[in-house]
């Protein structure tokens, strides 16, 4: 659940945050991914709208990518292109952050499966 009304979608983002491994880190470098989330909604006090970033804190990051809850629907997912970070990644940290509620009104969803892949461009 979230109250945040801005939270930043940069660095440790606002809402909740998961630290990537620094081996993902060094493996998606530079290169367009794709993130998935799949939430369900909750039982009592479900979220309209939920969203999602990617963030490098060194080298920047997604922004907030705001998905509505429609009945039967998910499985949300959107690209980005990572910036190439320093080669020794000592300062890097990435995040993905999930923002519960965009109307900060302390409703949520239930977050079952989060994926980071590469896209392979053909």
Same mark, same amino acid.
Do not use: C, M
């Given at each position: 659940t979230?109250?945040?009304?801005?939270p930043?979608a *940069?660095?440790r983002?606002?809402?909740?945050s998961? =630290?990537?491994p620094?081996? @993902?880190e060094? $493996?998606? /470098?530079?290169?367009?991914?794709e993130?998935?989330v799949e939430? *369900? %909604?909750?039982? /009592?006090?479900?979220?309209g709208?939920?969203?999602i $970033?990617y963030?490098t804190t $060194?080298?920047g990051?997604s922004g907030?990518?705001k998905f509505?809850l429609?009945e039967g629907?998910? +499985?949300? /997912?959107?690209?980005y292109?990572? %910036?190439?970070q =320093?080669d020794?990644h000592?300062s $890097?940290?990435?995040?993905?952050? @999930?923002w519960a509620?965009t109307?900060?009104?302390?409703a949520?969803?239930?977050v =079952?499966?989060?994926s +980071? =892949? @590469? +896209?392979?461009?053909s």
């Amino acid at each position: 659940t979230s109250r945040a009304v801005l939270p930043k979608a *940069e660095g440790r983002t606002g809402g909740v945050s998961l =630290k990537l491994p620094l081996e @993902i880190e060094q $493996a998606v /470098s530079g290169k367009l991914i794709e993130v998935t989330v799949e939430v *369900e %909604p909750l039982a /009592s006090n479900a979220a309209g709208q939920f969203a999602i $970033a990617y963030s490098t804190t $060194a080298v920047g990051g997604s922004g907030w990518h705001k998905f509505d809850l429609n009945e039967g629907e998910r +499985v949300f /997912s959107f690209r980005y292109q990572v %910036p190439e970070q =320093k080669d020794d990644h000592s300062s $890097a940290k990435n995040f993905i952050g @999930i923002w519960a509620d965009t109307n900060g009104g302390g409703a949520g969803v239930l977050v =079952k499966d989060v994926s +980071v =892949k @590469i +896209v392979r461009r053909s």
